[in-house]
């Protein structure tokens, strides 16, 4: 029982450790669980940017979706209006990028299955100039909230 438990215990530090490539490091990364048969899923994360350089975060692949873009949601009056984010979404040198709900994020588009709560799924993001970057995302509850609503994806 003690190896199970401590299996389990570094299996979630390793999900929660902070993916990097050269300047880009991605921390916090979840997603937020689906209903059966979702055709998209909504993924979070902050993308910090250390180098003196912009970089630009244009998407990314995973085994479980069709194709894994960069939106934004922004309100305009009742409206919510979601967007892709044409040309990547620019991280400045020596700052950050708040991949929040009610704001930028991935969409995970033409899901092959529901992403269940507690499993974790490797998404290999794409960035301009650090390449490709594989970050373990963690689905959590449909209702888990970190900076805003989002409860339309």
Do not use: C
């Not at 003690?2 to 389990?8: F, N």
């Not at 990028?97 to 991935?106: I, M, N, S």
């Not at 960035?127 to 490709?132: I, L, P, S, V």
Request: charged letters at 20%.
């Amino acid at each position: 029982m003690k190896i199970q438990v401590s299996i389990a215990f570094l299996a979630a530090l390793v999900a929660m450790a902070p993916a990097m490539a050269g300047p880009v490091s991605v921390d916090s990364p979840w997603l937020r669980e689906t209903a059966p048969g979702a055709k998209a899923g909504g993924g979070y994360a902050l993308i910090r940017n250390t180098g003196k350089a912009e970089d630009r975060l244009l998407g990314g692949r995973t085994a479980v979706a069709a194709s894994v873009d960069v939106h934004s949601m922004t309100m305009d009056g009742n409206i919510m209006r979601m967007r892709q984010v044409s040309g990547g979404l620019a991280i400045a040198p020596g700052g950050s990028v708040a991949l929040k709900p009610g704001g930028y994020h991935l969409m995970l588009m033409g899901l092959k299955r529901p992403l269940k709560q507690g499993e974790t799924v490797t998404i290999t993001l794409r960035f301009a100039k650090a390449g490709e970057v594989p970050v373990r995302f963690r689905v959590e509850p449909i209702d888990h909230q970190l900076g805003g609503g989002h409860g339309h994806h």
